[in-house]
């Protein structure tokens, strides 16, 4: 799937949540892509944190055939050549932790989406120089809503995304879209990963539209 950047940052608005995952497994990793897609899920992102992360990607990549209107993207990329590698495994979008200038001229040069992670407002500039369209405050529960605050009041047309400490509860989530952010990353106060290995991947996918529903509400 070859999106334009304006078509993704559309879809993500619209849910408002990314969900971010990560496991060794392809049959959990489709489980839980699964009960994330019927919660509601269009745009997910898995990680690069396990050492067959790739294989485990290029998998999922093909299962998520099923769900054409799926954005699938990978996060916790570091290098070029990580960049490169998930380019070719057709990764949609590519998320960093961290301003990589090296990552963001690859994915410049391919057309690719990419997200950065800044903490600071030199950062942000710097990411909105090298060409980024949305910004991922990390870690998020380091930063705070006020971060989303200051960097929008002096670059009010930037996007922003928290990814860290962000809680799939009304009061948390409040805080945040009041800040503007442009939607939140949520991996670990999302996945249960006691409820993942008992298999209650039906819970899992209340659980995901319940935190969906309080987003639409706050919008």
Not at 21 to 31: E, G, L, Y
Not at 62 to 83: N, Q, S, W
Request: charged share 25%; net charge positive.
């Amino acid at each position: 799937m070859s999106l334009k950047n304006d078509e993704i940052l559309l879809k993500m608005a619209k849910t408002g949540m990314i969900p971010v995952f990560n496991h060794k497994d392809i049959d959990i990793a489709i489980k839980v892509l699964d009960a994330s897609y019927k919660a509601g899920i269009r745009v997910f992102e898995f990680t690069n944190r396990e050492s067959n992360a790739l294989e485990v990607f290029k998998n999922l990549k093909i299962y998520a055939e099923k769900y054409p209107d799926l954005i699938l993207g990978i996060g916790t990329i570091f290098t070029r050549e990580e960049a490169r590698r998930f380019y070719f495994a057709e990764a949609d979008f590519i998320v960093s932790p961290a301003l990589i200038p090296d990552v963001a001229n690859y994915c410049n040069m391919k057309g690719r989406f990419w997200i950065p992670g800044c903490a600071t407002l030199t950062e942000v500039y710097q990411a909105k120089i090298l060409g980024a369209t949305l910004i991922k405050a990390f870690p998020g529960n380091l930063l705070g809503p006020g971060f989303i605050k200051a960097v929008l009041s002096v670059l009010p047309n930037l996007k922003m995304m928290p990814t860290g400490g962000v809680e799939p509860n009304k009061e948390n989530l409040s805080i945040w879209f009041e800040a503007g952010v442009h939607c939140v990353g949520m991996g670990s106060q999302l996945f249960d990963k006691k409820a993942i290995e008992r298999g209650d991947f039906k819970g899992l996918e209340n659980n995901i539209k319940s935190t969906l529903n309080i987003i639409q509400e706050l919008k």
